[in-house]
């Protein structure tokens, strides 16, 4: 398909883990943007990038987290001494640019569990 | 945190039913957008609204842009068992990437 695709779909780790979740967006879009999504609430936004650099990471909770965006396509969201309160669903949306509003398409979200 | 406040948390209707949920802000917003999000999947697009007052509709779906900027209305209108799933309002201030959701509208169709 031609939507945005995320990798793994569901992931299981320990407290104190390291974990990377993956992102592929569509084609061609030159903006991509990771919000994490707790039970029960709407997603909350963390970073976004136009091409490789990050122009916003004012909503990453803290210096454990971290997103590359190397090639200005495929993204990964890394997550360093996983906690508990790091599980979520970590969505992750692109459009054609970040400039103006441009719709968002989201991918289906990775399901982080820390035990 | 949350910015938007979303009501009803939950609805429980009969299939035909017409619904409405709404959204308000303290914070005015550019940018209105209503999302459906079903289980395992990212939310959709469903209405996107641009300017204060304007009232779009898409099929059996009409959402309003509130005159002051800081709210907005989903209405469903004869509701179908496909129509369960999470509501989400969101806003936009100004870029693309500054989008605030809330906390959703869990929807229950009984047939």
């Known amino acids: 398909g031609a939507g945005v695709s995320q990798t793994p779909s569901n992931k299981v780790t320990e407290k104190g883990k390291y974990v990377e979740l993956r992102c592929d967006p569509i084609?061609?879009?030159?903006?991509l943007y990771w919000y994490r999504q707790s039970l029960g609430q709407g997603p909350e936004f963390l970073i976004y990038?136009?091409?490789?650099?990050?122009?916003?990471d004012s909503g990453l909770p803290n210096d454990r987290f971290f997103a590359v965006r190397p090639e200005g396509s495929v993204s990964t969201l890394k997550i360093q001494r996983t906690e508990r309160g790091d599980s979520a669903v970590y969505l992750c949306?692109?459009?054609?640019?970040?400039?103006?509003?441009?719709?968002?398409?989201f991918g289906p979200g990775t399901r982080l569990t820390v035990l | 945190g949350q910015q938007l406040n979303q009501s009803p948390q939950s609805m429980f209707i009969q299939e035909g039913e017409d619904v409405s949920m709404n959204c308000t802000s303290s914070?005015?917003?550019?940018?209105w957008l209503w999302y459906k999000q079903d289980p395992g999947e990212g939310p959709v697009l469903l209405i996107a609204?641009?300017?204060?007052?304007e009232l779009t509709s898409n099929g059996r779906l009409t959402a309003q842009f509130g005159i002051t900027r800081k709210d907005s209305f989903l209405n469903i209108s004869a509701s179908i068992p496909s129509d369960v799933g999470i509501y989400f309002c969101?806003?936009?201030?100004?870029?693309?990437?500054?989008?605030?959701f809330g906390a959703g509208t869990r929807l229950t169709v009984k047939p």
């Open positions: 949306a692109s459009s054609r640019t970040g400039t103006a509003y441009n719709e968002q398409f």
């Open positions: 084609s061609g879009h030159t903006a």
């Open positions: 990038f136009q091409g490789t650099g990050a122009a916003d």
């Open positions: 914070s005015i917003f550019n940018t």
């Open positions: 609204l641009y300017k204060a007052g």
């Open positions: 969101a806003g936009l201030r100004g870029n693309n990437n500054d989008m605030r």
